[in-house]
């Protein structure tokens, strides 16, 4: 479990440069075994809230618990032990090159003290839960980008943390590592049953493992919740940042329809009724529906024609009675 209070952060100013607020008042609950992404544009303050979850970054004011301790509390020798629970994974890596993928593994476990042959154990067997069991001994520049960051996944699990930190972790991966990244770093949350706070400028990042989010901007949580929730609310800025925003060529004759979909209100019932019931001519203009979080969710804009409006605001309303999220749009707006 992790968990921030009402947490500052202002970096000093230097130089004639102004202080910069970094984080305002930030609130965040992760629940023990969740996997939860934190988004949001460059500068908004995702990589300073990450460091001060293992107080890497002591906050200016406000309290980090994890696991029930309350770190802000702590002196720093329990700091240090506490961080020992909570592994790190980098966008860079930040492997050692001269040591092989097995000694980086083993690098935390030396600094806490743990005999040479119980090393050995724990990185082959970290190594072998990575898929890398038989890279034991390659050197970080023998290995692929996706590689090096399966060897640091197994370093920061080395200690056996119960809480994983992620800064970009694929951000400098291709496509297929970044897949095989992210389903490595789920398998090790089911298996080991860890709490994972993944930060991220990828949407499709937080679409594929995380069950919940939150939004950043300017130093401040300004959305977030569990993503089928967060995705089933039309308001939602953090579901708009989510989900491609539907474009249809506004210079084409009709009524435009907006349609958002969730699993419990399909776009089959609108269509049924538009075509089926109304006998409407309905085109598919824009947008698109895709599975999240074990959901289907999307945003669709229809093209109806031949319509006539009384009518169709009648129908607009009786769907909307019977639960489908569904409203006229104006042509600009759906640009
Ligand atoms: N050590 C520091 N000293 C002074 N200012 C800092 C320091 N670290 C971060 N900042 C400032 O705090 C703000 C938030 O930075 P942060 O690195 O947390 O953003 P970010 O969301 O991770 O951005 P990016 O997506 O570019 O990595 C920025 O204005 C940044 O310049
Ligand atoms: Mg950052």
Do not use: W, Y
């Not at 050995?120 to 050197?139: F, I, K, M, N």
């Not at 929730?229 to 210079?251: E, F, I, K, M, N």
């Not at 109304?278 to 598919?284: A, F, I």
Request: aromatic share 2%.
């Amino acid at each position: 479990m992790i968990e921030l209070n009402d947490v500052r952060k202002v970096f000093p100013a230097r130089g004639r440069g102004p202080e910069v607020v970094a984080l305002d008042g930030v609130d965040l609950t992760v629940r023990a075994g969740d996997f939860a992404g934190v988004v949001g544009p460059s500068g908004s303050g995702k990589s300073t809230l990450i460091r001060l979850v293992n107080l890497l970054e002591r906050p200016t004011s406000g309290t980090v618990t994890v696991d029930g301790r309350v770190l802000t509390d702590l002196p720093a020798d329990e700091v240090r032990r506490a961080r020992s629970s909570i592994g790190m994974v980098f966008q860079h890596f930040e492997l050692m090159d001269s040591r092989t993928a097995a000694a980086n593994v083993e690098h935390p476990l030396e600094l806490a003290g743990v005999g040479r042959a119980e090393r050995r154990r724990r990185s082959g067997e970290l190594l072998d839960l990575v898929g890398l069991g038989d890279r034991a001994q390659a050197r970080p520049a023998q290995l692929s980008g996706g590689q090096k960051q399966r060897v640091a996944i197994a370093r920061a699990l080395a200690a056996r943390p119960t809480v994983l930190l992620c800064d970009e972790a694929t951000s400098a991966l291709d496509q297929a590592s970044t897949t095989g990244v992210l389903e490595l770093l789920r398998r090790v949350r089911d298996e080991l049953g860890l709490t994972v706070l993944l930060i991220t400028h990828e949407m499709a990042v937080v679409k594929a493992v995380c069950d919940t989010a939150v939004l950043l901007e300017a130093g401040r949580v300004v959305d977030g919740g569990r993503l089928d929730q967060v995705l089933a609310r039309g308001d939602s800025p953090l579901a708009a940042a989510l989900l491609p925003a539907p474009v249809a060529d506004h210079r084409v004759a009709g009524t435009l329809l907006r349609v958002t979909v969730t699993d419990t209100a399909p776009e089959t019932h609108v269509l049924q009724v538009l075509v089926g019931r109304l006998g409407l001519d309905v085109e598919v203009a824009g947008g698109s529906v895709e599975t999240v979080a074990g959901g289907r969710h999307g945003r669709l804009l229809l093209r109806v024609t031949g319509a006539d409006q009384s009518g169709l605001d009648r129908a607009l309303a009786q769907l909307r009675d019977d639960g489908s999220r569904v409203e006229r749009v104006a042509a600009e707006v759906a640009r």
